[in-house]
């Protein structure tokens, strides 16, 4: 595996010019001819730069702390640990420097150097002519001054600011990109850079021969400019795409890329918006795969019921934020007054909201302690975040927080173990979103009174569209968008329970559908505990984890295979399930045209019993159907 060293000069020194013997007299001397020379002073571009390291000598030429050099000449700079090479960037010309190497590449071209870079005090050194030459300088030594003058042209062309720059996404990274997206006969490309700068585990390299190795996860595509063939892990791969150079960077093609390591790619070319997902990197479980047919209709689960101690607040209402739903720059948009019953009390918060406000706003979950006299403490505070501009919101945030939920990967916040004083609110967490962004959070709070009492305090969801510390807003939640029923109150718990009548092995398929009839009586508007200014019931299930127990009958007692599959019955359909304590991921499903088969169970013996556990992606009301039979 490989790790990464971000770009931003990182590489630690550089040298200058050849130096007439004699001229670089030293004022103290270390191994293998390497001479401290601290009284040279040097001027670029007539500003005289300041250099902490020392300024050292090897044969005749001067080398300077790379960091300083390279900050100095306007030069980027990528750091590859493996092979101890520097790659710097000016004015669309490329320098690559290795330590202990006698040449160098210019433009993917080799040169010979008089002098070799080499580490000093963990410290990295290099030729300083060497450098300022090949980046177009002149460079002039005055013996009697000691001092040199280096003349660096100034043909950059100036960056110009976006107004709309491009965007990309890495894995729910947002990045605004110096760079272009590029597409060219219908294919887009990117530079290598972005996708090593934002995947853990990857680097990038020139090669000796000009071409690029780009590392990603110790799997290795080498690219060439201009060319469709490529190595992937040193096999030949012709491809449809050609990657380039354009001003010293490698652009690679896009979908190749996500295609090979298994992702999903989408480019919104009127946005200027690129959507890259690595799979290995986003989530933790692995899809199952889809399968094509009809199944048949599925009958009502039989019984449900409402389980555990954590209860579930959403704020889904209003999902779509706007001016007229949202009036003033500061709001409540969800509030749960809790009234607890025990020394410590559990919560989940589930939110979905599409900023069409015009701005970026700020979104946080803050607690007000309403007690007089009881201080109350968060004991835990964990959750997850995912934000999209795409319109594959089941995609981008439903599976990854499902996912993480099931996997038990929720992030431990900075308000754990936080203190609320008597009438004083604290900010739990905060998320930022850009205008036509949406976002979805699912967070668990565990709130304790400090002395064993049982306080009163509120749960909000607040937002700000002019940075107001989000602790000050106390305000009632926004009214409910009338024509867009998504959920919003609280409900006694955020688990169902359900036990489907048990299959008898060898009997026709058996269908049951989650999140239908009765179940959906557990969490209307009318029974949630929050009514201010009106609440939306959850008959989709949003937010909640869905345990289902199968019980199976086999009265030949001989070893059976039970098959399980999962259909779409409101919708187009995503999500997580666990099988036995293993978690799958479910692609997105047509109704009555794909489903997926679980991992077959098998069954030794009279009876038993299969566990699921289910959390839906988002976006339908009658999300999902199980069906069971004999193999």
Request: charged share 20%; proline share 5%.
């Amino acid at each position: 595996m490989f790790k990464k060293l971000r770009t931003t000069c990182i590489v630690s020194a550089v040298a200058l010019a050849t130096i007439l013997p004699g001229q670089a007299s030293a004022s103290a001397t270390s191994n293998n001819g390497i001479q401290i020379k601290n009284n040279v002073s040097i001027t670029i571009n007539g500003e005289t730069i300041s250099v902490n390291d020392p300024i050292l000598n090897k044969s005749d030429f001067l080398l300077l702390p790379m960091r300083a050099l390279y900050e100095a000449i306007g030069a980027s700079v990528d750091w590859n640990k493996e092979t101890l090479t520097a790659s710097a960037t000016r004015n669309g010309k490329n320098v690559d420097l290795t330590i202990d190497s006698m040449t160098a590449l210019v433009d993917g071209q080799e040169v010979g150097m008089d002098v070799a870079p080499f580490m000093y005090k963990d410290r990295t050194y290099m030729p300083l002519r060497f450098v300022s030459e090949n980046f177009d300088g002149t460079v002039n030594w005055d013996p009697v001054t000691q001092s040199v003058d280096i003349t660096l042209s100034d043909d950059q062309q100036p960056e110009t600011p976006q107004e709309d720059p491009y965007i990309l996404h890495i894995n729910n990274k947002r990045i605004v990109m110096k760079d272009p997206i590029v597409t060219k006969d219908g294919r887009t490309y990117l530079p290598a850079s972005y996708i090593y700068d934002y995947l853990d585990d990857s680097s990038g390299t020139w090669q000796p021969d000009g071409s690029f190795e780009l590392l990603i996860g110790g799997m290795s595509f080498i690219f060439n400019d201009n060319s469709n063939q490529a190595l992937v892990n040193n096999e030949a791969v012709t491809m449809i795409e050609k990657p380039f150079i354009q001003k010293g960077k490698m652009y690679v093609p896009a979908k190749f890329l996500v295609d090979a390591l298994g992702g999903n790619l989408r480019y919104i070319t009127e946005k200027k918006e690129m959507y890259i997902y690595v799979y290995r990197y986003m989530y933790t479980s692995s899809f199952l795969e889809k399968s094509y047919g009809t199944t048949s209709s599925p009958e009502a689960v039989p019984s449900a019921r409402l389980e555990g101690d954590r209860d579930l607040f959403i704020s889904d209402n209003p999902e779509t934020l706007t001016r007229k739903l949202v009036p003033t720059n500061n709001a409540t948009l969800a509030q749960y007054d809790v009234k607890p019953t025990a020394a410590t009390n559990k919560h989940r918060i589930f939110g979905w909201h599409y900023n069409t406000l015009g701005a970026d706003v700020n979104i946080g979950i803050t607690v007000q302690n309403k007690s007089t006299t009881e201080s109350i403490k968060i004991t835990d505070s964990k959750g997850i975040n995912q934000k999209t501009g795409n319109s594959w919101v089941g995609h981008d945030i439903g599976l990854t927080i499902a996912d993480a939920m099931l996997n038990n990967k929720l992030k431990k916040s900075d308000s754990s173990g936080i203190v609320i004083a008597p009438g004083e609110t604290k900010v739990i967490e905060t998320f930022d979103l850009h205008h036509d962004y949406i976002i979805g959070f699912l967070h668990d709070l565990d709130i304790q009174a400090v002395n064993g009492g049982k306080p009163e305090y509120t749960i909000r969801t607040v937002l700000s569209k002019d940075d107001t510390d989000l602790s000050t807003i106390l305000s009632d939640q926004v009214a409910i968008d009338e024509y867009a029923k998504h959920p919003r109150g609280a409900w006694p718990s955020a688990t169902i329970l359900a036990e489907l009548p048990a299959y008898t092995v060898d009997s026709p398929e058996v269908g049951y559908n989650i999140s239908n009839g009765r179940t959906d009586n557990l969490q209307t508007a009318e029974n949630s505990l929050s009514q201010i200014n009106g609440a939306v019931g959850n008959p989709g299930h949003f937010g909640m984890n869905y345990k289902v127990s199968i019980p199976v009958v086999n009265p030949s007692g001989t070893t059976k295979t039970i098959k399980l599959k999962l259909a779409g019955r409101g919708g187009l359909y995503s999500g997580a399930i666990k099988v036995n304590g293993q978690v799958y991921l479910v692609p997105s499903l047509r109704v009555g045209a794909e489903y997926v088969e679980l991992p077959d169970f098998k069954m030794n013996g009279s009876k038993d019993t299969i566990e699921l556990e289910l959390i839906h992606a988002g976006g339908v009301n009658l999300p999902v159907a199980i069906y069971v039979e004999t193999k």
